[in-house]
Nanobody, 123 residues
Framework: QVQLVESGGGLVQAGGSLRLSCAASGRTFSSYHMGWFRQAPGKEREFVAAIRRSGDRLYYADSVKGRFTISRDNAKNTVYLQMNSLKTEDTAVYYC????????????????WGQGTQVTVSS
């Protein structure tokens, strides 16, 4: 099993940047594919980005492509989401998730979730 704790959320003006981190417990972090999802008020949770366990393949939602970058440091058991050129519509609670089997944009493929971190982008 793996426990996930997100950090780095906050309030930022449109056009600004934030870097989210997700720290994982356990010694098998490198066995998991990792993803970031977000959920805005009144909306369903949506996929943001995913990275394979080796870090060699990345996958982004069209809405964040070119603005967000997912990365991981397996030595530090941490996955990151660098968010640039933030827009008000990026406001949401951001969750990291881990999957032992699937590298995908489907939330149902991820068996482990963090508690989320709030990102608020003001105009």
């Amino acid at each position: 099993q793996v426990q996930l704790v997100e950090s780095g959320g906050g309030l930022v003006q449109a056009g600004g940047s934030l870097r989210l981190s997700c720290a994982a417990s356990g010694r098998t972090f490198s066995s998991y594919h990792m993803g970031w999802f977000r959920q805005a008020p009144g909306k369903e949770r949506e996929f943001v980005a995913a990275i394979r366990r080796s870090g060699d393949r990345l996958y982004y939602a069209d809405s964040v492509k070119g603005r967000f970058t997912i990365s991981r440091d397996n030595a530090k058991n941490t996955v990151y989401l660098q968010m640039n050129s933030l827009k008000t519509e990026d406001t949401a609670v951001y969750y990291c998730a881990a999957s032992i089997a699937y590298w995908s944009g489907r939330s149902g493929d991820y068996g482990y979730w963090g508690q989320g971190t709030q990102v608020t982008v003001s105009s």
